[in-house]
């Protein structure tokens, strides 16, 4: 039974995270900046917006896609 | 109080010409506090980081664009000029502009140098590369130079750590005047007479510096010489690009097969200590078999891309766009396409967003489109399993036989992006060539670290990908193929009766004509979320139909048995065209903000891909 509810565990995170993934890059910014207002008005989720969600959102709004990773660090080879 | 949060930051921005070390140098500055987002409204990347500096102030520092002259023709160029006069929403105006000049190249780093200082904002200017100049014999009087320019003239070299200690000493401390003169408000691009006042103040400079160009690299010019040669150069490049697939499958082979050694020894301790059940079965079908399947391949990666990063820090890669360039052109490609779709052999994302280089609407459109056709590296685990399985480890002659086809599949889809360019160059009809214009770099030897920071981002880029999306869809996919449970009287393998196996009997109506199982067409959906997806897909599908023996990372021989030669050469040639994952159809529509080109885009790859592995598969049938 315990292997069942682990199985049911992961295949239901695994199912939010492929979505999560794959879900149009303005959808995920717009759930990112609704998270981040709700967040805004409860000064203890202070550190963890600044932390956690602030990064998240710098990179939905970067380039690329939040599935590829070609853009979600500085690149740091330099052109001569 | 925390001084580094009540002290005034300093917004500096850096400006130079393309390949003048800008970015090098803002590495330096900033380490590794940088964070990457969009201007507001377009998708030109903008690249800001930190420093603290030593009285606590924070400096935040700007990478602009790259851009020859503030008369803008491409979107980045724009972007640079419009940050500088401080027109952009959320980029304050650089309240110092960080002008970067090579001084091996002087002259043309100079001339952007006097445009920006009629700006009005406070400069310095770095003088990158000093010590390439020197030993080229190049003579420069900086002092003379910062008394002309009326600003401080710094010598750097950005690529050696303490290079930008002159630099850095002088901006840390200062209090720069606030804005004089600025101009913004009454700005007017460069026209021919500005183009020419400029070029006239630049030869005033030059003569009052004492300047002397670089000494001619006679080694250089010789070497240049073969390797720009419309006949020599191309089979020098030739030769070049087949060494690197002969390497990928020689060199690959030892790590793969430790690897997948390692993942069958995995399965097998975790089938060993663990009771059987939905648990185990997860861990060793779902999660061994799927994502240990795309691991295997990471050797052949490391590979490519080292060959890609020595070729690009060594200079060589300039010169194959220079001579690639008329070919191009003659196709209906702008010679600025080369380096996105060179970028796309990575991923086919970079590479579209890098387009935003061209200035013609149509050449971007048209190098847009044909982006995806370049193999990217999603597709070298479908390949590789594919090639591994069915073509036979031998030597023709020097050559190694699997990278022989490796190279045939690479070079299928640079020659199928050439004829969909000639065709859509039809449809739009003829239009002015726009010329590819670089400065060929001096020939240097690959730096190490550079070389080595390069591959660790490709290995995190992919390691991350198998441990997050593809872990994830693998994970999806095992429960798709475990549910629902087979009936009692169930004859056949359990998959049969599940989710998947539904799916897949349905999709094998439409992909029988080309010769794909049922196993294939469920691979071919998760495969479209990312690539190499559908290596892990088959391998769990196929740990599936096995009834619960290992298979974990041994999908090589069950296919080698399973398919037919002409399966598996359909399925080479519809992963030539295969469709573009879903994120680069994202992309496509954000760069081209309309859902027209995506549309049209995935329906000429699917037609694309079927035909031709339609036609390949009969074609093989017949003859095997």
Known sequence: MLQYLLVALIVAAAMAFSAWKLMPARWRMRSLLAVDAWAAKHPALLSWRERSLKPRITRAAGSGCDGCASHDSPVHRSPR | ?624
């Open chain 2, 1 to 624: 109080m925390d001084v580094a949060v009540s002290a005034p930051s300093l917004q500096l921005a850096l400006v130079g010409v393309p390949n003048c070390g800008k970015t090098a140098l803002f590495n330096r500055l900033t380490g590794s506090r940088q964070k990457v987002a969009n201007y507001p409204g377009v998708t030109v990347e903008r690249r800001e980081g930190e420093r603290v500096a030593a009285d606590g102030r924070t400096l935040r520092v700007l990478d602009l664009p790259g851009t020859y002259s503030l008369k803008p023709t491409t979107l980045d160029e724009a972007i640079t000029r419009d940050v500088l006069l401080g027109r952009v929403a959320n980029a304050p105006a650089p309240g110092l502009v960080i002008c970067v000049v090579d001084a091996v190249h002087l002259p043309i780093g100079l001339r952007l140098a006097l445009e920006v200082k009629r700006l009005g904002r406070p400069m310095v200017l770095a003088l990158n590369r000093m010590d390439v100049a020197r030993r080229r014999g190049v003579k420069i009087d900086i002092a003379r130079l910062s008394a002309e320019l009326g600003v401080p003239v710094l010598p750097t070299i950005a690529v050696k750590r303490g290079g930008a200690d002159a630099l850095i000493e002088a901006i840390e401390p200062a209090r720069w005047p606030g804005e004089r003169n600025v101009i913004a408000g009454e700005w007017r691009d460069p026209g021919t007479e500005d183009a020419e006042q400029t070029q006239a103040d630049l030869r005033g400079v030059l003569a009052a510096i004492g300047y002397t160009p670089p000494a001619d690299n006679h080694w250089a010019s010789r070497v240049d010489a073969l390797l720009l040669h419309p006949l020599g150069g191309t089979v020098v490049l030739s030769v070049v690009m087949f060494l690197i697939f002969q390497a990928v499958f020689s060199w690959a082979t030892p790590p793969m097969d430790g690897i997948k050694a390692s993942m069958a020894a995995l399965g097998g301790w975790v089938s060993g200590h663990m009771s059987a059940g939905p648990l185990s079965s997860l861990l060793v079908d779902g999660v061994i078999a799927g994502a240990g399947a795309v691991l295997v391949f990471l050797p052949q990666i490391i590979i490519l891309f080292f060959f890609i990063l020595v070729l690009e820090d060594s200079g060589y890669l300039p010169r194959a766009a220079y001579l690639l360039d008329r070919l191009m052109g003659w196709v209906g490609l702008s010679g600025r396409a080369f380096i996105p779709l060179l970028s796309s052999h990575a991923c086919a994302i970079p590479g579209i967003m890098a387009t935003r280089t061209i200035p013609s609407w149509r050449d971007r459109l048209t190098t847009i489109m044909v982006a995806p056709l370049m193999t990217c590296s999603a597709r070298l685990p479908v390949y590789g399993l594919v090639i591994a399985a069915f073509i036979p480890r031998k030597d023709v002659g020097p050559f190694n036989l699997q990278g022989l086809v490796l190279f045939s599949l690479y070079a299928a889809g640079i020659i199928s992006s050439f004829i969909v360019a000639f065709v859509l160059k039809q449809f739009a009809g003829q239009r002015r060539y726009s010329p590819l214009m670089l400065e060929l770099p001096d020939f240097q030897w690959p730096n190490a670290a550079n070389l080595l920071l390069g591959l660790w981002e490709r290995v995190r880029i992919f390691v991350t990908r198998v441990g997050g999306i593809i872990l994830a869809l693998m994970i999806v996919l095992w429960f798709l193929a475990a549910y629902p449970a087979p009936p009692p009287d169930a004859t056949g393998p359990a998959i049969q009766y599940s989710f998947a196996g539904h799916l897949g009997a349905l999709l094998q109506k439409i992909f029988a004509p080309i010769g794909f199982n049922w196993q294939i067409s469920i691979a071919l959906v998760p495969g479209l979320a990312a690539r190499e997806v559908a290596v892990g897909a088959l391998g769990t599908v196929y740990a599936m139909s096995a009834s619960g023996d290992n298979l974990s990372a041994q999908l090589e021989p069950v296919i080698a048995t399973g398919w037919s030669l002409a399966t598996a050469c359909s399925l080479l040639a519809w992963y030539v065209f295969a469709p573009q994952c879903l994120s680069t159809l994202a992309v496509v529509k954000r760069e081209t903000n309309s859902w027209r080109y995506p549309i049209i885009m995935a329906g000429y790859l699917f037609a694309l891909a079927y035909l031709a592995a339609f036609v390949t598969y009969r074609v093989v049938a017949t003859w095997s």
